[in-house]
């Protein structure tokens, strides 16, 4: 630690015994009547939420139906600091906390957890947000967003967090549900659950999750399917409870999930009508059909969510299982032993078009290889756990070793025609965008645009870690805690990567996109690909990381704590990148206060206070680059593709506090959280460009002064509940209220230079502030019977927003925007057997 780190760490300290004198008057209050304890696992071990020194939101069953939660990707709306990146869709979304979030293929920022095991990995050609699927938010005790660096005691190191959703154990009854929705959109969901004890040591539970809706997106070009942004999968949950002696435990999960949806629909929100800020190369050709195209759907009064498709046959498939078991030994009174292992397999093929555009000759469309997947990845973990405390608890103690092996399940392809209009890719019969070049003196040249892609591009992860943390109790008040981690990071990319480039008649050539004679620095050639050469990556890094924490208790029910973590994400390959494959991996030091309170009697509730500092240095940052063409003075060696890939080009301060708490009484609840962020670029290199190859007076990137992406300065979540005066004999009647306001957000800087010129109306980059009412009435156990009720609707007031721009503007002329949910409403119908 520098002397400026031992300072900051000092200073929150002293701040940290400063706040005590005001704590015990809110403690004081507190009696033996109140509300049930919240449970959570954010330290591998079941604890009181109160007593944990780490910023939490926990969500329980419940609270999850009132918010009609239904993916993982809702979480994002009620969450303070919690964000999503839903570029490509809800089933490749990416969450982002207190400003860290993951672009392209770098690694989760925020690492999902489902059972203790961390979810399978996918990586493709475009962002994957390795999250955990569709249906898994069904039959689950409750779920954790631990907000801050999380590399001492989880798998995967992570810089901004991590989501525990935690499942429903097996119980000793012969229980159950059946649970129905109907909705608008055409919604119809169905989950069925059933617990079995086969006997006093051995129980099962099996659920059933299947749900369907129409899109929201209405296609108006005539070509594909009439909606998109749809909901279509099928899950299955089975766990398996063994208490195989009094003191040996062995649970066992499998999970599967299958989506097959028609994808995310981008609707084109304005092109560029000028010649400057992203109106380069063939994009100067292009822009004029794409301004006609958004002239065409103003002219014939397109709605909000009207937008047109070019793929002809758009779809996302994706399928996922795993299996999870969690072997648990009290070997004595004070050491427990735990051994969790998993394997799991992750499939994706789709189809659509990247940038919502309706123009002759499509600018992106992706297909699957003709017999391959673009994703198939296989992941197997294993973590191996030591637990145990002293004779009267003064010591308490973990340490363990974890594993994860990842790799493709054979071979991964995606074709890609660009600029090309293709009535079979896989053949190549493509007509191409042919542009009029001026060469001078009244001479145009006529230059092919249009190419197909084919990209085989496998990953494959070793991750390593030795971890140990202990808690000691100075006094039954002030404790201290201490943890660190090692990690050893391993990844290669084996790509073979071939480009068809068109004639101008249409005529098919071959070439290695990026073809070498010699390996560059940290590459490998190969030579058993299709065009004769390929090249391999590697990258690989080791750091430590590591947790300080002071906490101290004036009471039972209030907790002040003080700490300081290193947190760190590992580095990354994508070899489209010409010159630019490789990056480093990324720290943050954090350090963080804060206080957390319950009361009892007749006002009851809990409160929790959490401010914090995050210093980020050698930041994975996005970098877009347009490549150059030959009439372009110095463009001497064009490249076959523009930059959109990472570089270590920021340097980061992200600071804010959040609020968090619950206040009832009587038949009156409210819950409330919120959120301030100040998180900007503090500094930075500039991006590697070659300007015989790129336009790098063109490039765009994180600057000094840039506010990060995904990370809105002021979020709010108010719930109210009031139960209803009804007779028991009837049920129990409540009606609930949510709001969540979030500031406006970047989602991308690749506008900004557009709009400073006012060559575009408005940047899109900027996400719009929302405010959102969603509303519920509750009924359970209908007049005395095993039955619930419950009406819901989401975005009551229809809120029309974006959540994330497509970054078109630069290569296509225009831009396009991914579109917010609607209004949702419906009805659900629940039917109890066994409780």
Same mark, same amino acid.
């Given at each position: 630690?520098?002397?400026?780190?031992?300072?900051?760490?000092?200073?929150?300290?002293?701040?940290?015994?400063?706040?005590?004198?005001?704590?015990?008057?809110?403690?004081?209050?507190?009696?033996?009547?109140?509300?049930?304890?919240?449970?959570?696992?954010?330290?591998?071990?079941?604890?009181?939420?109160?007593?944990?020194?780490?910023?939490?939101?926990?969500?329980?069953?419940?609270?999850?139906?009132?918010?009609?939660?239904?993916?993982?990707?809702?979480?994002?709306?009620?969450?303070?600091?919690?964000?999503?990146?839903?570029?490509?869709?809800?089933?490749?979304?990416?969450?982002?906390?207190?400003?860290?979030?993951?672009?392209?293929?770098?690694?989760?920022?925020?690492?999902?957890?489902?059972?203790?095991?961390?979810?399978?990995?996918?990586?493709?050609?475009?962002?994957?947000?390795?999250?955990?699927?569709?249906?898994?938010?069904?039959?689950?005790?409750?779920?954790?967003?631990?907000?801050?660096?999380?590399?001492?005691?989880?798998?995967?190191?992570?810089?901004? +967090?991590?989501?525990?959703?935690?499942?429903?154990?097996?119980?000793?009854?012969?229980?159950?549900?059946?649970?129905?929705?109907?909705?608008?959109?055409?919604?119809?969901?169905?989950?069925?659950?059933?617990?079995?004890?086969?006997?006093?040591?051995?129980?099962?539970?099996?659920?059933?999750?299947?749900?369907?809706?129409?899109?929201?997106?209405?296609?108006?070009?005539?070509?594909?399917?009439?909606?998109?942004?749809?909901?279509?999968?099928?899950?299955?949950?089975?766990?398996?409870? +063994?208490?195989?002696?009094?003191?040996?435990?062995?649970?066992?999960?499998?999970?599967?999930?299958?989506?097959?949806?028609?994808?995310?629909?981008?609707?084109?929100?304005?092109?560029?009508?000028?010649?400057?800020?992203?109106?380069?190369?063939?994009?100067?050709?292009?822009?004029?059909?794409?301004?006609?195209?958004?002239?065409?759907?103003?002219?014939?009064?397109?709605?909000?969510?009207?937008?047109?498709?070019?793929?002809?046959?758009?779809?996302?498939?994706?399928?996922?299982?795993?299996?999870?078991?969690?072997?648990?030994?009290?070997?004595?009174?004070?050491?427990?032993?735990?051994?969790?292992?998993?394997?799991?397999?992750?499939?994706?093929?789709?189809?659509?078009?990247?940038?919502?555009?309706?123009?002759? #000759?499509?600018?992106?469309?992706?297909?699957?290889?003709?017999?391959?997947?673009?994703?198939?990845?296989?992941?197997?973990?294993?973590?191996?756990?030591?637990?145990?405390?002293?004779?009267?608890?003064?010591?308490?103690?973990?340490?363990?070793?974890?594993?994860?092996?990842?790799?493709?399940?054979?071979?991964?392809?995606?074709?890609?025609?660009?600029?090309?209009?293709?009535?079979?890719?896989?053949?190549?019969?493509?007509?191409?965008?042919?542009?009029?070049?001026?060469?001078?003196?009244?001479?145009?040249?006529?230059?092919?645009?249009?190419?197909?892609?084919?990209?085989?591009?496998?990953?494959?992860?070793?991750? #390593?870690?030795?971890?140990?943390?202990?808690?000691?109790?100075?006094?039954?008040?002030?404790?201290?805690?201490?943890?660190?981690?090692?990690?050893?990071?391993?990844?290669?990319?084996?790509?073979?990567?071939?480009?068809?480039?068109?004639?101008?008649?249409?005529?098919?050539?071959?070439?290695?996109?990026?073809?070498?004679?010699?390996?560059?620095?940290?590459?490998?050639?190969?030579?058993?690909?299709?065009?004769?050469?390929?090249?391999?990556?590697?990258?690989?890094?080791?750091?430590?990381?590591?947790?300080?924490?002071?906490?101290?208790?004036?009471?039972?029910?209030?907790?002040?704590?003080?700490?300081?973590?290193?947190?760190?994400?590992?580095?990354?390959?994508?070899?489209?990148?010409?010159?630019?494959?490789?990056?480093?991996?990324?720290?943050?030091?954090?350090?963080?206060?804060?206080?957390?309170?319950?009361?009892?009697?007749?006002?009851?509730?809990?409160?929790?206070?959490?401010?914090?500092?995050?210093?980020?240095?050698?930041?994975?940052?996005?970098?877009?680059?347009?490549?150059?063409?030959?009439?372009?003075?110095?463009?001497?060696?064009?490249?076959?593709?523009?930059?959109?890939?990472?570089?270590?080009?920021?340097?980061?301060?992200?600071?804010?506090?959040?609020?968090?708490?619950?206040?009832?009484?009587?038949?009156?609840?409210?819950?409330?959280?919120?959120? #301030?962020?100040?998180?900007?670029?503090?500094?930075?290199?500039?991006?590697?460009?070659?300007?015989?190859?790129?336009?790098?007076?063109?490039?765009?990137?994180?600057?000094?002064?840039?506010?990060?992406?995904?990370?809105?300065?002021?979020?709010?979540?108010?719930?109210?509940?009031?139960?209803?005066?009804?007779?028991?004999?009837?049920?129990?009647?409540?009606?609930?209220?949510?709001?969540?306001?979030?500031?406006?957000?970047?989602?991308?800087?690749?506008?900004?230079?557009?709009?400073?010129?006012?060559?575009?109306?408005?940047?899109?980059?900027?996400?719009?502030?929302?405010?959102?009412?969603?509303?519920?009435?509750?009924?359970?156990?209908?007049?005395?019977?095993?039955?619930?009720?419950?009406?819901?609707?989401?975005?009551?007031?229809?809120?029309?927003?974006?959540?994330?721009?497509?970054?078109?503007?630069?290569?296509?002329?225009?831009?396009?925007?991914?579109?917010?949910?609607?209004?949702?409403?419906?009805?659900?119908?629940?039917?109890?057997?066994?409780?």
């Amino acid at each position: 630690m520098t002397k400026q780190d031992i300072a900051r760490a000092a200073s929150l300290l002293a701040l940290a015994g400063g706040m005590l004198g005001a704590v015990p008057a809110l403690a004081q209050s507190a009696d033996k009547a109140g509300n049930d304890e919240i449970v959570v696992t954010a330290r591998r071990v079941e604890e009181r939420l109160q007593d944990v020194p780490i910023s939490i939101t926990v969500f329980n069953q419940e609270q999850l139906a009132q918010r009609n939660i239904v993916s993982t990707t809702d979480l994002a709306a009620y969450a303070p600091s919690l964000s999503l990146n839903g570029r490509y869709g809800p089933d490749k979304s990416s969450f982002a906390i207190r400003g860290f979030s993951q672009d392209l293929n770098t690694l989760p920022t925020v690492g999902v957890y489902f059972a203790d095991v961390v979810a399978p990995r996918l990586n493709s050609n475009i962002t994957s947000g390795n999250g955990a699927g569709p249906g898994s938010m069904f039959d689950l005790q409750n779920v954790q967003v631990l907000k801050g660096p999380q590399g001492t005691l989880f798998g995967r190191n992570t810089t901004g +967090g991590a989501i525990l959703l935690v499942p429903q154990r097996p119980t000793s009854r012969l229980e159950g549900y059946v649970e129905g929705t109907i909705g608008n959109h055409n919604e119809r969901r169905l989950q069925a659950v059933l617990n079995v004890p086969l006997s006093d040591t051995f129980k099962i539970r099996l659920g059933v999750d299947r749900n369907k809706r129409d899109g929201y997106i209405h296609n108006r070009s005539g070509i594909g399917p009439s909606e998109f942004n749809d909901v279509n999968y099928t899950a299955v949950r089975l766990g398996v409870l +063994g208490n195989l002696t009094p003191s040996l435990e062995t649970y066992t999960l499998f999970t599967y999930a299958d989506s097959h949806t028609n994808g995310t629909l981008p609707k084109m929100a304005y092109c560029n009508r000028a010649t400057v800020a992203g109106s380069t190369g063939s994009s100067a050709t292009v822009r004029v059909p794409i301004c006609a195209q958004v002239d065409r759907e103003a002219a014939q009064g397109y709605g909000f969510y009207d937008a047109e498709n070019n793929d002809p046959t758009p779809y996302v498939r994706s399928r996922q299982w795993q299996v999870i078991n969690t072997t648990t030994w009290n070997a004595t009174d004070s050491l427990t032993v735990k051994n969790i292992a998993s394997y799991g397999e992750a499939r994706e093929h789709y189809s659509f078009s990247l940038d919502g555009d309706a123009i002759p #000759y499509p600018f992106v469309i992706t297909y699957p290889g003709p017999a391959r997947p673009q994703g198939a990845q296989y992941t197997f973990t294993e973590e191996f756990q030591l637990q145990g405390h002293s004779a009267g608890d003064r010591l308490t103690w973990q340490a363990g070793g974890y594993m994860e092996r990842s790799a493709p399940l054979g071979s991964q392809e995606q074709y890609t025609q660009i600029f090309a209009n293709c009535s079979n890719p896989y053949t190549f019969q493509c007509s191409p965008l042919v542009l009029q070049v001026p060469l001078g003196g009244g001479v145009i040249l006529p230059v092919s645009a249009g190419s197909v892609s084919i990209a085989r591009n496998n990953y494959t992860f070793h991750n #390593y870690g030795l971890y140990a943390q202990a808690t000691y109790k100075f006094t039954d008040q002030l404790s201290l805690t201490a943890g660190i981690r090692n990690t050893w990071d391993w990844e290669r990319e084996d790509a073979d990567n071939i480009q068809v480039k068109f004639s101008t008649a249409g005529v098919p050539s071959y070439v290695c996109s990026r073809a070498v004679t010699s390996a560059p620095k940290d590459a490998t050639l190969l030579t058993n690909g299709a065009c004769g050469t390929g090249r391999s990556f590697v990258q690989k890094s080791s750091r430590p990381t590591w947790l300080i924490d002071l906490d101290f208790k004036p009471t039972p029910d209030t907790l002040v704590y003080a700490k300081y973590a290193r947190g760190y994400r590992g580095g990354g390959i994508n070899e489209a990148n010409f010159g630019i494959e490789t990056w480093k991996p990324e720290k943050v030091d954090d350090y963080e206060i804060g206080m957390k309170a319950s009361f009892r009697g007749q006002v009851h509730g809990n409160l929790a206070l959490a401010g914090f500092w995050n210093e980020f240095r050698d930041q994975q940052a996005s970098v877009t680059i347009p490549q150059c063409t030959a009439v372009i003075p110095g463009c001497t060696n064009p490249a076959p593709t523009g930059i959109n890939g990472i570089q270590n080009v920021g340097k980061s301060r992200m600071r804010g506090f959040e609020i968090e708490g619950s206040v009832g009484t009587g038949p009156v609840r409210l819950d409330f959280g919120y959120s #301030y962020l100040d998180a900007k670029v503090t500094g930075g290199s500039v991006p590697f460009c070659d300007n015989t190859r790129f336009i790098c007076s063109q490039a765009s990137f994180l600057t000094a002064g840039s506010v990060l992406p995904f990370a809105p300065k002021n979020r709010v979540t108010l719930t109210g509940t009031l139960d209803l005066p009804v007779d028991e004999k009837l049920g129990r009647v409540s009606v609930s209220a949510t709001f969540t306001h979030t500031d406006s957000q970047y989602s991308s800087h690749s506008n900004d230079a557009a709009a400073a010129v006012g060559a575009i109306p408005y940047n899109a980059g900027i996400s719009p502030a929302t405010n959102l009412l969603n509303l519920n009435f509750n009924w359970k156990g209908v007049a005395g019977s095993p039955v619930d009720l419950a009406v819901f609707a989401t975005n009551v007031t229809n809120r029309k927003y974006w959540v994330s721009v497509v970054n078109g503007l630069s290569t296509l002329g225009g831009e396009a925007v991914i579109l917010g949910e609607p209004r949702m409403y419906g009805v659900r119908l629940k039917v109890n057997f066994g409780k």
